[in-house]
């Protein structure tokens, strides 16, 4: 019994979660679709209200002509220990107990009236309500409109199909137990409920059949091969009900008196006597407490995946629009510290692999840089002429000693000058392409599209520590060339030097000029 409890109670909690959340069912795939219930239907006049009552024990439904169900009724059932004081619960005023059931009786009709208004119209929204009483088994059940073949005074033309569609949103569902109530004063083959259940549930598995009004049939008939599945087979038992007549009614005869009036009609009736123990209301509260445990436990594996996958999507969604933001300035500033870790992530990415970008800075170095050096103008610059030209002005008027030492350092120093200029254009090319990076990477860090204020500050103060960077970038560059330029050793000129001459000049026109021939020039120039 705590199993089943525990199984129905969790149940009941989740369709009110769904109430509360707006999931009525009938609009796709929904967590109420899947969750399993008992949907109590018959035509108007059928009895329905009565079979509800006796299984609750207590006097607590409206009454009147037409169509006085206009909203689903979740009944959900709850057993208490003897002795404690029974009491009823409405979802939509949950602080509030009503131990007065004709209280009860007086708010659905104003709950109904609160959504439908005055009319005589119908609504998919149900009302929850719970009953704690010793005198049931825990069960829920849901009340739907009875249906009905004629529109009346103040009723949409529509509310025929109106009342089957909504009556068929519940029973479809495969994991709905019907609860087809028929009187047992009409042929059965007339009977609303059957005929519904009969073209959703063909095969009878998830279909309940219960005979009412047994004791107003015609005398000399009686409803026995209807009750032993002999005229209509169902895959469970039929069960017959024995309500409070209009005068029991009229003079408010106690549930608990009609529930004893009941088993002892069926224990001393000659035509139903052999089936006593199968029928009445309390048996049939029993009968569908325990099945609705063996559909529950069956259906345990697909609620719990549509629920994980509900969670899934939710949690994808709640990524996409931004979870709550904390009001705390610490969590604030966390929350900030994550979006930031989030956006360097992908920034490394493009930068490391797995996102383009990083071989474009690659590409600078590999072709663009040495592309770029390849045309610096280093045959104009080291020309015979120019060599010449370079060495003898570089000295002046004072002779030097072993070579001309000032002019080679003034011609490496105009090459190696040559090599600011592409190093600086691959300084700013890297420096393009990571503001880029830095743009793309904000673009596609899912956590920051929510608060574009934080991009705008994100992606200035990453231009703000890219323009630093380029700048002392620069710098770098030009103190490399200027370290390489002023790298020159004694060695390198004393090799130049000692290099053999070939074809040396044999006649010099000015003694006083150093002259040297072309061989030589062009060794100062390599």
């Known amino acids: 019994m705590a199993t089943m409890t525990s199984l129905i109670g969790l149940i009941n909690k989740i369709q009110r979660a769904c109430t509360v959340l707006g999931d009525h069912g009938g609009e796709g795939l929904s967590l109420w679709e899947v969750l399993p219930s008992v949907a109590v239907v018959g035509g108007q006049s059928s009895g329905k209200s009565s079979v509800l009552e006796s299984v609750v024990g207590r006097d607590f439904l409206p009454r009147g002509s037409g169509i006085v169900t206009r909203r689903p009724l979740v009944l959900q059932l709850h057993k208490i220990d003897e002795g404690q004081q029974e009491y009823a619960e409405f979802l ?22 609160r959504i439908t208004g005055k009319t005589k119209q119908i609504s998919n929204i149900p009302i929850h309500l719970s009953i704690y009483s010793p005198n049931v088994v825990n069960l829920t059940l849901i009340d739907l409109p009875g249906l009905t073949k004629v529109a009346v005074e103040g009723q949409s033309e529509t509310i025929v199909q109106d009342i089957e569609n909504m009556v068929r949103s519940y029973v479809e569902k495969p994991s709905c137990i019907i609860l087809a109530i028929s009187p047992a004063n009409q042929d059965i083959a007339t009977s609303d409920a059957i005929k519904i259940a009969k073209e959703v549930d063909p095969s009878g598995e998830r279909t309940f059949g219960v005979l009412t009004k047994l004791d107003l049939m015609d005398k000399g008939t009686n409803a026995v091969e209807v009750l032993e599945g002999r005229q209509y087979r169902l895959q469970h038992p039929w069960v017959g009900i024995v309500n409070r007549s209009q005068a029991d009614i009229n003079k408010n005869v106690d549930m608990i008196f009609a529930r004893k009036k009941e088993h002892e009609y069926f224990e001393t009736s000659p035509e139903y006597g052999h089936l006593a123990h199968k029928m009445g209301a309390e048996y049939l509260a029993k009968l569908l407490s325990e099945h609705l445990e063996l559909v529950i436990r069956q259906r345990i594996p697909s609620i719990i995946a549509l629920i994980n996958k509900t969670i899934d999507e939710l949690n994808a969604e709640l990524d996409r629009i931004g979870r709550p933001i904390s009001v705390e300035s610490g969590a604030q500033l966390y929350t900030i510290l994550e979006m930031c870790r989030a956006f360097d992530k992908i920034f490394k990415e493009h ?116 323009e630093r960077f380029r700048d002392e970038s620069r710098r770098t560059v030009t103190r490399m060339v200027d370290m390489e330029s002023s790298y020159l050793t004694v060695e390198f000129f004393r090799k130049i030097h000692l290099e053999p001459e070939k074809n040396p ?9 150093d002259n040297y021939t072309d061989n030589h020039l062009r060794k100062i120039g390599k």
């Open 505 to 513: 000049s044999r006649n010099s026109p000015n003694p006083n000029v």
């Open 92 to 113: 939509h005023a949950p602080r509030k107990r009503f131990t007065d059931f004709a209280a009860v009786r007086n708010e659905i009709s104003d709950e109904t009236d």
């Open 351 to 466: 930068l490391d692999g797995g996102r383009p970008g990083g071989d474009r800075i690659y590409g600078v170095f590999d072709n663009q840089l040495p592309a770029a050096l390849k045309k610096l103008p280093f045959d104009r610059h080291l020309s015979i002429k120019n060599v010449q030209r370079v060495v003898t002005e570089a000295d002046g008027y004072q002779p030097h000693l072993i070579a001309p030492e000032q002019g080679y350092r003034r011609l490496i120093d105009g090459c190696i000058g040559y090599f600011k200029g592409p190093a600086d254009a691959s300084v700013d090319a890297v420096h393009l392409i990571l503001k880029e990076l830095v743009r793309k990477s904000i673009a596609a860090t899912e956590e920051l599209k929510r608060f574009p204020t934080l991009q705008s500050e994100i992606a200035a103060a990453a231009n703000d520590a890219l």
